[in-house]
């Protein structure tokens, strides 16, 4: 099956620092690539879909000034929290799709942000 | 607004069958997923409907019906190892994302 690895894993960083959350797909070309956000015992909230070589489509509410998305090849898309504050402490998880059917999404393992 | 509706919690027992409804309200309809999600983990896939019926895929179901905006996950046999955060989500559009819902957290006991 299709493999989306995240990295890193997990994060610890000081307030005002800036962090970038790598996405890879490993064994498809992903066309496009979604980022969610997700609070403890809370649901996955969508923040933005990427497709390779455009520009990033953020939702509702999302700062994109805040979340910098990057998706220059169809294997990569990293997001960059800028400078991080507490509230931005949270489960991100990546997802991605190539040319598969509509129910088709793989999901990365996450990354636990800590932001002290 | 968009919304998906599900019961936060269902708890039931080793072997027993559970059902975990969702009602959904979203501005575009493509078809409804069903993920699993263990504690600290990445949502794993389990079913998807796109048309008005029931899919059985080994000991879990999924049903939709469109006119009713609603669709229910079935789980069979249930196993300790099933204990887990569940969520359905509707694939809005023609950009395929997901908008999950509220997600139900399955407690299964000896």
């Known amino acids: 099956g299709a493999v989306v690895s995240q990295h890193p894993s997990w994060v610890i960083c000081k307030s005002g620092t800036s962090v970038k959350i790598e996405c890879r797909s490993l064994d498809f070309q992903a066309t496009t690539m979604f980022w969610y956000r997700q609070f403890p015992k809370q649901s996955l909230m969508l923040m933005a879909t990427?497709?390779?070589?455009?520009?990033?489509?953020?939702e509702q509410g999302v700062e994109k000034d805040k979340f910098l998305i990057n998706h220059a090849s169809l294997t990569l898309s990293t997001l960059t929290v800028t400078s991080a504050h507490p509230e931005d402490s949270s489960f991100y998880i990546c997802?991605?799709?190539?040319?598969?059917?509509?129910?088709?999404?793989?999901f990365g393992p996450g990354t636990r942000l800590t932001v002290l | 607004g968009q919304s998906l509706e599900q019961p936060s919690e269902v708890t039931a027992v080793e072997g027993a069958i559970v059902q975990i409804n969702c009602t959904y309200q979203?501005?575009?309809?493509?078809?409804l997923s069903w993920y699993q999600q263990h504690d600290g983990g990445a949502p794993t896939f389990l079913s998807y409907n796109a048309l008005d019926g029931l899919e059985e895929t080994g000991r879990f179901s999924s049903f939709l019906s469109r006119s009713d905006s609603y669709g229910y996950l079935l789980l069979q046999e249930l196993q300790m190892k099933d204990s887990a955060s569940y969520f359905c989500?509707?694939?809005?559009?023609?950009?395929?994302?997901?908008?999950f819902g509220t997600g139900t957290l399955l407690a299964v006991q000896p």
């Open positions: 990427s497709n390779e070589g455009s520009k990033a489509t953020y």
């Open positions: 979203t501005s575009g309809f493509y078809g």
């Open positions: 997802s991605a799709r190539g040319g598969q059917g509509p129910n088709e999404q793989f």
């Open positions: 989500a509707v694939n809005g559009g023609a950009t395929n994302k997901l908008i």
